[in-house]
């Protein structure tokens, strides 16, 4: 069964703070990954991942794929308030979603 | 930009009842999904369609049917309404540029 693990599934910082979250898959046809942006309506796309090592960046977001480890990473610097969100990492033809991130950033 | 609108942002309804959520997307794409979404189990596919009259199921389709007669339509029918149907449903349409795109929500409350 296609799965999606997240972590930390909650964080807590301060603004200034450099953040990552994480994303692991064990799928049976990859194809692309993706990273989602949540906060009171629908997710708002970010990132798609097709290519190991290729870092893929907007502003202060980030991401990187490690196809062989099965991971993804989602950087995000000096953060701010406005960056509290659910993150959601998903892959595969279907989107399988993870769980998301629940990021929170204080003044 | 690619759009997906969803009808409704806030339904109540009873239990037992036949609710219709309506989606409609502007990208002339084949690809639509539904999706629920509850706390703490992220984002769960219930059907998605890949043509006109294509359905298929996804994760959770029990309790759940659709329908797609045209290509920019897709509803989603929940045949008899009940409490464990309350959630959120979002609906999303795929490009292979953008990934997903989705609709603003239904938030719909089976009482």
């Known amino acids: 069964e296609d799965k999606v693990v997240q972590s930390p599934l909650s964080l807590v910082v301060h603004e200034g703070d450099t953040v990552t979250l994480n994303c692991s898959y064990e799928?049976?046809?990859?194809?692309?990954l993706l990273w989602y942006k949540q906060e009171k309506k629908a997710p708002t796309f970010l990132f798609m991942l097709?290519?190991?090592?290729i870092e893929k960046k907007s502003g202060r977001l980030s991401s990187i794929l490690d196809k062989k480890e099965l991971f993804s990473i989602l950087n995000i610097t000096a953060t701010q308030t406005g960056d509290s969100a659910v993150y959601l990492c998903?892959?595969?033809?279907?989107?399988?979603f993870g769980p998301g991130t629940r990021l929170s950033v204080l003044p | 930009d690619v759009k997906v609108t969803q009808s409704s942002r806030y339904l109540v309804k009873r239990t037992g009842e036949k609710v219709f959520l309506e989606c409609v997307q502007d990208?002339?794409?084949?690809?639509m999904f539904w999706y629920r979404q509850d706390p703490g189990l992220g984002l769960r596919l219930i059907y998605f369609?890949?043509?006109?009259?294509?359905?298929e199921k996804g994760d959770i389709p029990e309790g759940y049917s659709v329908s797609r007669e045209k290509k920019e339509r897709f509803s989603l029918i929940l045949e008899s309404a009940s409490t464990n149907q309350t959630s959120m449903y979002l609906c999303?349409?795929?490009?292979?540029?953008?990934?997903?795109?989705f609709g603003s929500g239904t938030r719909l409350t089976v009482v």
């Open positions: 998903a892959y595969g033809q279907n989107f399988v």
């Open positions: 799928v049976t046809n990859f194809r692309s």
């Open positions: 097709t290519s190991s090592g």
């Open positions: 990208m002339d794409h084949e690809n």
């Open positions: 369609s890949y043509d006109v009259k294509m359905k």
């Open positions: 999303a349409g795929r490009t292979d540029l953008y990934g997903y795109t």
